[in-house]
């Protein structure tokens, strides 16, 4: 592969993963750094470096470069009972350039975006934004609460490719200052808005997966933009 062409990832990319479930420690990594990074940190660097080129035209405010959309291999352990240092899994993030990558944090969110995962024997992509903190979630309710209907019609037309939204970590009862009669009472219980599909090993293997994965984010654009929309961020018409 070179520095500037996604060829698909390697069959080595997925044994690397399965191994690294079963010896997640700092000395088998280590041994085994330079198949990391040839195998999966330099093919996805390359990859969002293409996706950014097809989003240039799909969604100019939405950037991806590799020192910034790429997750960490090493977990942060800090605050969790599992101290296996290192994610079992590689992702990027897509995100909006006047916010950052703030996916899932206490700082100032990096707003909606989109999103690759891939692990040994699975693989996915979405577009929205996920767990939010509690300002940003309060925007987007009020957003929803001040007219709902943009974003279920936005719903409605991706439910075929997409699904629903996904009701991870959904509220079982209303957000406080939200009556349970609410005509949007559904909307309002999610805590994230992400739609996604799973991805199948031929794509991971092929040298189109940019454009698989540019065709199902182009479908995800109107969902971003809403949600950006309800946090002040700005719709770009270029670069």
Known sequence: MTATEFTGFRPAAFVFLRSLRRHNDREWFERNRDTYETELRRPLSVLAEEIDVRLAGLAPEIVGDPKRSLFRIHRDVRFSA?????????????????????????????????????????ASLGGGIWMPPRPTLQRIRQAIDDDARALEVILAGARRRFGGLAE???????????????????????????????????????????????RDFARLVPLVRWINGALGLRTLARR
């Open 168 to 214: 991870e970590h959904m509220l079982t009862r209303m957000p406080r200052g939200y009556a349970e009669s609410h005509p949007a009472a559904t909307l309002l219980r999610h805590q994230s808005y992400t739609l996604g599909r799973e991805l199948v090993s031929r794509d991971l293997l092929s040298a189109r997966l940019p454009d698989v994965l540019a």
């Open 82 to 122: 599992d101290k296996s240092p290192y994610k079992t899994h590689v992702a990027c993030w897509f995100h909006h350039v006047d916010a950052g990558r703030g996916v899932g944090t206490q700082t100032p969110h990096g707003g909606a975006g989109f999103y690759f995962h891939m692990e040994a024997d699975r």
